[in-house]
Nanobody, 125 residues
Framework: QVQLVESGGGLVQAGGSLRLSCVAS????????MGWFRQAPGKEREFVAG????????IYVDSVKGRFTISRDNAKNMVSLQMNSLKPEDTATYYC??????????????????WGQGTQVTVSS
């Protein structure tokens, strides 16, 4: 049974930083690209960042480029999202996700098969 468990969310002031982590179990982690999505109240879930299986290719939504960094540690079955210069519009529930086995890094929601339960990030102005 695949499980993705996020942690690290919280309340932070605008301009601050948070680091989200996601630990995976029940799958061969190094065989999966990984991604982070977010969903704000009343809005659709949107792609934030993704990394390939090796962790040497990353993609980001334009709104977070230069502020967020995705990384992974295959030895620890972990993917992280370092979020700097946070803005109130970054407030959302953040989800870790894995696409189908051996798929490359992707921003497409429909490519993702496994999802975590989410962690709340709130940025106050």
């Amino acid at each position: 049974q695949v499980q993705l468990v996020e942690s690290g969310g919280g309340l932070v002031q605008a301009g601050g930083s948070l680091r989200l982590s996601c630990v995976a179990s029940g799958l061969t982690f190094s065989s999966y690209a990984m991604g982070w999505f977010r969903q704000a109240p009343g809005k659709e879930r949107e792609f934030v960042a993704g990394t390939n299986r090796a962790g040497d290719s990353m993609i980001y939504v334009d709104s977070v480029k230069g502020r967020f960094t995705i990384s992974r540690d295959n030895a620890k079955n972990m993917v992280s999202l370092q979020m700097n210069s946070l803005k109130p519009e970054d407030t959302a529930t953040y989800y870790c996700a894995a696409p189908s086995l051996l798929r490359g890094v992707t921003a497409r929601y429909e490519d993702y098969r496994y999802w975590g339960q989410g962690t709340q990030v709130t940025v106050s102005s």
